[in-house]
């Protein structure tokens, strides 16, 4: 398994925007991609950061994904909405997983 943690910084007052964008990213999702899991986040201690974990199979399955012509072609909704709720870019950091335990 391969993991992503995306972070951005939400601007004043777009917190309740954050529902539409995942929607977005919901809806431009192919099957097959090698998702696995999606976990969005808000820091407790400063609410204008957002944390967004995405899990995938493999990292040869998360690379393609972002070359998927079908799902480009959804994200076009999801792009405009982060440039207007998220203060600069999202940073991405890449992650190995060692271990995934789900209790039941």
Same mark, same amino acid.
């Given at each position: ?9 939400? !601007?004043?007052?777009?917190? #309740?925007?954050?529902? $539409?964008?995942?929607?977005? +990213?919901? =809806? %431009? ?31 040869? !399955?998360?690379?393609?994904? #972002?070359?998927?012509? $079908?799902?480009?072609?959804? +994200?076009? =909704? %999801? ?26």
């Amino acid at each position: 398994m391969w993991a992503q943690l995306i972070t951005a910084r939400l !601007k004043s007052g777009r917190e #309740e925007d954050v529902s $539409r964008l995942l929607a977005q +990213l919901r =809806a %431009a999702e192919q099957p097959g991609s090698g998702l696995l899991r999606s976990t969005t986040m808000r820091d407790q201690n400063n609410p204008s950061r957002l944390s967004i974990l995405v899990v995938f199979e493999s990292e040869e !399955k998360a690379r393609a994904r #972002e070359q998927d012509e $079908r799902r480009q072609e959804g +994200l076009t =909704a %999801a792009r405009a909405t982060m440039a207007e709720i998220f203060d600069g870019p999202p940073e991405f950091t890449d992650l190995t997983v060692v271990d995934d335990f789900l209790p039941y």
